[in-house]
């Protein structure tokens, strides 16, 4: 079947035999796409001081040991941009069936899919657009496992007709030295690698060879494969993150300031210059004591006086707190451009401020994350789908198969929220449970960043401690069973205590606090 499927294609003349033209010479048409998105996943990674470009003039030792500053902006600047959405995740329902929700709750469970969602929002801000590869392993006990690819490790064929939606996809891995290219499409699978590198190789090393152990037919029946976007895309696949300007501004910052840690370097121990001294003398330094000077001897006896010595630095005079606030001014604007609030970067205490004030300055990501959940709708239903698909035709199940092909997935959002501990958040809780617009399972998941059916059980041994001691301070413990509960009843006149030496019980209280009255 694979022979005869070798020459179909996208309806435009592009069929699988050029795709493996492409794969074969390395993905030409992608490497720059791909450089950029590994360029922009480094400067993520914390390795943007490698970046920092050499002068011309520069050895490779003075490169080396020129001072260096980087900035960590874009793994900041993309946290906090992707931080809401899935903190808290959704409540996921199939309309219409229960067992492909209780199914799906099962399979996200296992791969642990907000996570990799929460990650999914980070990296397609960072290069527009990652995949989720669904992979059927045979286990029951997990039977589908889901991976997760940025920009820079997979690539896409679409088709004239529908520039949007891929029909092939080639996944990109490199282990042990090489590098494996998977590409799937609706019908089969077929597998590449490169030669394992080797710096005496003088050609030859980026071409890719077929493993045919590693090809065969789709066994899903559909691309199994769904997408996550910067943006919904709607006239090409590839839409527009954030991560190249940010990746740019963040390269201009950190040159500026390593050119600020020079500078500062050479500032703080600046050339000693000694002019008009004999070549003999070696200063002798002493905190405290004079530094004697001798003088060059003349050029001839009788001639003329020896010149006068000196001492002295070759310095600059450098403005450091304005090379600062270039920067920092810089930085600000970079960061008001992609509607990061400057409170989100900074750690300052946030003194007598109320809830609502940090709530305002935090709007923007709030209705960032809002914004999003429209097109998250969209991308968690084609995941849902894929999933119920691709395990209906694995594991022969014709209901999970039929369920996928018109899944409609429900999300249940909670409301997004900054987090804001003290009476403002105490009102808002009450104020929610009294309205019946929250119960206390969700209050508690909120909270305590705890699943439903933990919250569920920590409720219940609430309930159960409440019913068993009480509900109040520590006084409403337990007493032991050698101690009495009763209690003396004290009478005190004119500030003295009538009998000191012992006391007489008169009235035996329930609740072993402990009560005073004062007489007349």
């Not at 494996?180 to 030859?204: A, E, I």
């Not at 999970?400 to 900054?418: D, H, T």
Request: proline residues 7%.
């Amino acid at each position: 079947m694979i022979n005869d499927l070798y020459n179909y294609g996208d309806g435009d003349g592009k069929s699988i035999a050029d795709l493996e033209n492409e794969i074969r010479a390395g993905l030409p048409n992608e490497s720059r796409r791909v450089a950029e998105a590994q360029r922009n996943m480094d400067y993520y990674n914390l390795e943007n001081e490698r970046y920092i470009p050499m002068r011309e003039a520069e050895s490779p030792y003075d490169y080396r040991n020129r001072p260096k500053r980087a900035l960590p902006l874009v793994r900041e600047v993309i946290g906090i941009l992707a931080d809401h959405l899935y903190n808290p995740g959704p409540g996921r329902r199939v309309e219409g069936s229960d067992l492909a929700t209780e199914w799906l709750e099962r399979v996200y469970a296992d791969n642990h899919v907000d996570s990799l969602f929460q990650a999914a929002d980070a990296f397609s801000t960072l290069n527009d657009v990652v995949a989720f590869q669904v992979a059927a392993t045979g286990d029951p006990a997990r039977p589908i496992r889901l991976h997760l690819f940025g920009a820079e490790e997979f690539a896409v064929w679409t088709s004239v007709d529908d520039p949007s939606k891929p029909w092939a996809v080639c996944t990109i891995s490199r282990f042990d030295a090489r590098t494996r290219y998977q590409v799937w499409d609706q019908y089969q699978y077929r597998t590449y690698y490169t030669k394992q590198w080797d710096p005496l190789m003088t050609s030859g090393g980026r071409v890719a060879e077929i493993e045919p152990s590693e090809c065969g037919e789709n066994p899903y029946g559909v691309l199994p494969f769904s997408f996550v976007h910067a943006e919904t895309p709607v006239r090409q696949f590839w839409t527009v993150g954030v991560g190249t300007a940010l990746r740019e501004a963040n390269a201009r910052i950190d040159a500026e300031i390593s050119q600020l840690a020079e500078a500062v370097q050479y500032y703080a121990n600046p050339i000693p210059i000694a002019v008009n001294v004999d070549e003999r003398w070696r200063p002798v330094i002493r905190p405290g004591s004079f530094i004697h000077v001798p003088a060059a001897l003349p050029l001839s006896i009788g001639g003329d006086s020896p010149p006068v010595p000196s001492l002295s630095y070759l310095q600059s005079n450098l403005d450091i707190s304005g090379l600062w606030l270039d920067c920092e001014r810089h930085l600000t604007n970079v960061l008001e451009g992609m509607r990061v609030p400057l409170s989100s970067i900074r750690i300052e205490p946030a003194g007598s401020k109320s809830g609502v004030a940090i709530v305002a300055e935090q709007a923007p990501l709030l209705s960032r994350a809002r914004r999003r959940r429209r097109e998250y709708q969209r991308y968690e239903t084609e995941l849902a789908r894929t999933c119920l698909m691709v395990a209906g035709a694995y594991y022969d199940r014709a209901d999970l198969w039929n369920a996928g092909i018109s899944a409609r997935l429900v999300l249940s959002w909670p409301e997004p929220e900054i987090p804001i501990p003290g009476p403002d958040r105490d009102a808002a809780d009450r104020a929610e449970l009294e309205m019946g617009l929250a119960s206390r399972v969700q209050l508690l998941m909120r909270r305590r960043g705890i699943t439903r059916e933990q919250a569920i059980l920590e409720i219940e041994r609430i309930d159960e401690d409440n019913k068993r001691w009480g509900v109040g301070s520590l006084a409403a413990a337990p007493v032991p069973a050698t101690a009495s509960t009763e209690v003396p009843r004290i009478s005190n006149s004119d500030n003295r205590i009538k009998n000191s030496q012992s006391f007489e019980p008169t009235e035996t209280i329930a609740n072993p606090s402990i009560e005073a009255t004062r007489g007349d």
